[in-house]
Nanobody, 114 residues
Framework: QVRLIESGGGLVQAGGSLKLSCAAS????????MAWFRQETGKQRELVAF???????NYTDSVKGRFTISRDNAKRTVYLQMNSLKPEDTAVYYC????????WGQGTQVTVSS
């Protein structure tokens, strides 16, 4: 059974940083592409960044230059380093495979105050 557990969210002032972690179990982690998504209240979930099983990365335009996705296959964990945070980054952040598994984790709340 796939389990994805996100952590590391919190309340931070604009311009601050947070590092999110996502621990995966029940998967052959090294073989799958992983991604971070976020969902603002009342809006659809959006793809923020992904990292392929080979380590290639891609980002949505609004976070380029500020966020960095990385993975540690030995720990079956994917990370999202978020710098220069803005109030518009406020959302619940989720990790999942690309393409996503049907079951999502609980997510981790990121709140950026102005």
């Amino acid at each position: 059974q796939v389990r994805l557990i996100e952590s590391g969210g919190g309340l931070v002032q604009a311009g601050g940083s947070l590092k999110l972690s996502c621990a995966a179990s029940g998967v052959i982690f090294s073989l799958i592409h992983m991604a971070w998504f976020r969902q603002e209240t009342g809006k659809q979930r959006e793809l923020v960044a992904f990292v392929t099983n080979g380590g290639n990365t891609n980002y949505t335009d609004s976070v380029k230059g500020r966020f960095t996705i990385s993975r540690d296959n030995a720990k079956r964990t994917v990370y999202l380093q978020m710098n220069s945070l803005k109030p518009e980054d406020t959302a619940v952040y989720y990790c999942n495979r690309i393409p996503p598994y049907a079951d999502w984790g609980q997510g981790t709340q990121v709140t950026v105050s102005s």
